[in-house]
């Protein structure tokens, strides 16, 4: 499906970065050239061209921003061939452990007993995370009367944990008074596919209510009861189609389809709409917790940050620090040393997407200047 943004706030670049400031350089030199019609903000002197083929798969939550660096670098340079596909993050990870892909998108770091599997494909050196793409998890939902939900995080994961089956239960009117909230039964909507997205949302779930939700996390759906749906467009389909349905997709999904976004309670006592500076908010307190040049991030869901949303995740991409084909390599650096880039970071903001922190992005690029 292929997604045409509406909505997305003009000023999204600006208070993205605004609100980045915290874990950003103050010496920021890099200048992000003027962006045309249709989006691209490519220009010649921030893209290293290489000729050849990339063959990449994952995550869908980053796909809308490789399309547009995809478009962006085969512009400059007629010679690249990049092929990406949206096949969720467990299968992008499974495919590059097997070797059939040259990088993997992901919303989740490869687990413990797939990062062997992960290095061993990479021969010579580790297999490594680098953080591309930063994006808010939506919760949407389809309840006929109610367009402004606003759920505290023990309400919503008692709804996905079974517990509260009607929309008008006591909790959920405790959170919305003065709504008339019907008697409808609630169908929550989960992913079919391995997803990192799932694997984020239901982190944040066992974070911020283990009582209630006490399924853990992981990319495969571990909790009770619902519709499963394959992929965020998946469940954007079924929900816009379904009285009393919720679900969680990525944010640019929600925007696409013009689905109803719930307002949700975060640490500060506040119920935050979901917006490109509540998300940056959260983004700003995030911690890189990998060790060397693998750079997994870890998000503070109970952030006590006045404004901040905190349903966010960021995608990597995984590639091998050593051991990459010789055939690939040059355009594997050129291709992640324009993402990685201030002007692709930009790029994409107006279609969801909120910048890394310049600390980060800095490291990433030097990473991958790196990789052989």
């Given at each position: ?164 089956t ?17 008697s ?28 209630d939700?006490?399924?853990g ?17 998946g ?32 640490a ?10 509540s ?11 990998g ?82």
């Amino acid at each position: 499906m292929k997604l045409q943004r509406h909505g997305i706030l003009a000023g999204l670049a600006l208070t993205a970065t605004f609100a980045l400031a915290a874990c950003g350089s103050d010496n920021n030199t890099a200048s992000s050239p003027s962006t045309p019609t249709g989006g691209s903000s490519a220009s010649a002197s921030t893209i290293s061209c290489a000729t050849g083929t990339l063959n990449a798969q994952g995550s869908t939550a980053q796909q809308n921003a490789i399309n547009q660096w995809v478009k962006d670098y085969q512009t400059q340079c007629s010679g690249a061939n990049i092929v990406y596909q949206g096949t969720g993050s467990g299968a992008g990870q499974q495919a590059f452990i097997s070797g059939t892909a040259d990088f993997a998108g992901s919303d989740s770091a490869l687990t413990a007993a797939d990062q062997p599997k992960a290095n061993n494909r990479c021969k010579t050196g580790p297999a490594i995370h680098l953080p591309m793409a930063v994006g808010p998890i939506a919760v949407v939902y389809n309840v006929q009367g109610v367009s402004n939900l606003q759920l505290k995080p023990a309400t919503l994961a008692k709804i996905f944990s079974g517990k509260i089956t009607t929309w008008n239960d006591a909790a959920i009117k405790a959170d919305n008074p003065g709504a008339t909230l019907p008697s409808t039964k609630i169908l929550t909507l989960h992913r079919s596919d391995s997803s990192g997205t799932s694997d984020n949302f239901t982190n944040y779930l066992s974070t911020v209510d283990p009582t209630d939700w006490t399924f853990g996390h992981d990319k495969t759906w571990k909790g009770p009861g619902g519709d499963a749906e394959k992929g965020s467009d998946g469940i954007a389909a079924q929900l816009g189609k379904t009285d009393g349905a919720i679900g969680y997709v990525e944010w640019s999904y929600a925007q696409a389809d013009s689905l109803n976004t719930a307002k949700i309670g975060n640490a500060a006592g506040q119920f935050q709409d979901l917006t490109a500076a509540s998300a940056g908010v959260t983004i700003a307190s995030a911690q890189t917790t990998g060790t060397g040049d693998d750079m997994q991030m870890k998000i503070d869901y109970n952030t006590t940050a006045q404004g901040a949303y905190p349903i966010v995740l960021v995608t990597y991409e995984i590639v091998c620090e050593q051991g990459n084909s010789s055939t690939a390599l040059p355009l594997l650096k050129g291709f992640l040393g324009y993402t990685s880039s201030s002007a692709a970071q930009q790029s994409v903001t107006q279609l969801g997407y909120a910048p890394l922190p310049e600390t980060v992005r800095t490291k990433v690029a030097a990473t991958v200047a790196k990789l052989s």
